[in-house]
């Protein structure tokens, strides 16, 4: 592989984590369902590839990690409050999803005040994680279309976010208890 195609290889997948951040605000500066549903779907793509690409070439990284993190949050949080603002979802709904990643950050503090920054190295993606996100697109996506978003969905993004929140509660709770030595044996992941 010649240098410059590593140097692309190391750069596209932070470079579309990062397309999100823009997305999220030409989110909220168009419109039509057409436009919008345009975005959600290039945001998503975007989420399935970074990661994707990234691990096929083997230029995962941390820093690009914590990157998909913030704009994964982001563009959630720009369409769950705008789909509230427009009265299309209740406001319980975003309150459960946005739950999932205050236990992680409180997860974060927690390892950061015991010095046990490892602990949180060991909250990979989840599969309930991965499920609540395949439930939060399609929302998002009826959102834009209908009046307001059926039940259904609201609960089933819901319900995830918090089942996956308990998930990573339990994982860090093993990993705080367990100490270093849980960095040889890590819980499984399940991708």
């Known amino acids: 592989m010649s240098t410059q195609a590593g140097a692309l290889q190391r750069v596209i997948p932070n470079v579309l984590t990062a397309a999100r951040l823009p997305l ?20 998503g793509l975007t989420d399935a590839a970074d990661g994707l690409l990234a691990r096929r070439w083997g230029t995962t990284s941390r820093a690009g990690a914590v990157l998909d993190g913030i704009a994964d949050k982001a563009f959630t949080l720009t369409v769950l409050i705008t789909l509230v603002a427009e009265a299309r979802l209740q406001v319980w709904a975003p309150g459960m999803i946005v739950l999932r990643d205050v236990v992680v950050m409180g997860i974060a503090t927690i390892a ?44 089933g993004a819901g319900v995830t976010c918090v089942l996956a929140a308990v ?11 367990a100490g270093p030595a849980m960095r040889r044996h890590p819980p499984p992941e399940n991708s």
């Open 24 to 43: 999220a605000l030409t989110f909220l500066l168009v419109r039509t369902p057409e436009a919008r549903v345009a975005v959600i779907v290039a945001a």
């Open 112 to 155: 950061i005040a015991r010095r046990a920054w490892w602990a949180f190295g060991m909250m990979s993606a989840r599969f309930l994680g991965k499920l609540a996100t395949l439930w939060i697109f399609p929302m998002l996506i009826v959102g834009v279309w209908l009046p307001e978003i059926p039940l259904v969905l609201s609960l």
């Open 167 to 177: 998930e990573y509660a339990l994982i860090a709770r093993r990993a705080l208890r």
